[in-house]
């Protein structure tokens, strides 16, 4: 079994000045996890909890060295939080987010493989399930 997280793995956040980035990234930090930074584009250039904000994922893997990603946006922005995870080259990004749309999912999914498969995706947590009647 390969082990893609390790003590040497340097973690941005993307999302880290939400409700659930800042609790997790201060879980992650008390746990003793290198986070290097975070990402939110309307915050980019301020400090959140101690780390910079940076405006893109490949903004802050160029700053920090980051090669994980684990992503805490809402639902409806996940698709295009991974998507720019995958651009940027990230080795590895865990999406934590729950609710997101099956339909996004395999769309972002599509999109790692087109791209030659270079960013192994976690997650999502709990994919969302369209109610009887609605579309996903």
Known sequence: ??????????????????????????????????????????????????????????????????DVSVIFVPPAFTKDAVKEAIDAGIPLAVVITEGVPIHDTTEFWAYAVAKGNKTRIIGPNCPGIASPGASN
Do not use: D, Y
């Not at 993307?14 to 609790?23: A, L, P, R, V």
């Open 1 to 66: 079994m390969a082990i893609w997280l390790t003590e040497n793995s340097k973690i941005i956040v993307q999302g880290i000045t939400g409700s659930e980035g800042t609790k997790h990234t201060l879980r992650m930090l008390a746990s003793g996890a290198k986070v290097v930074g975070g990402v939110n584009p309307r915050k980019a250039g301020t400090v959140h909890e101690g780390l910079p904000v940076f405006a893109s994922v490949a903004e802050a893997m160029a700053s920090t060295g980051a």
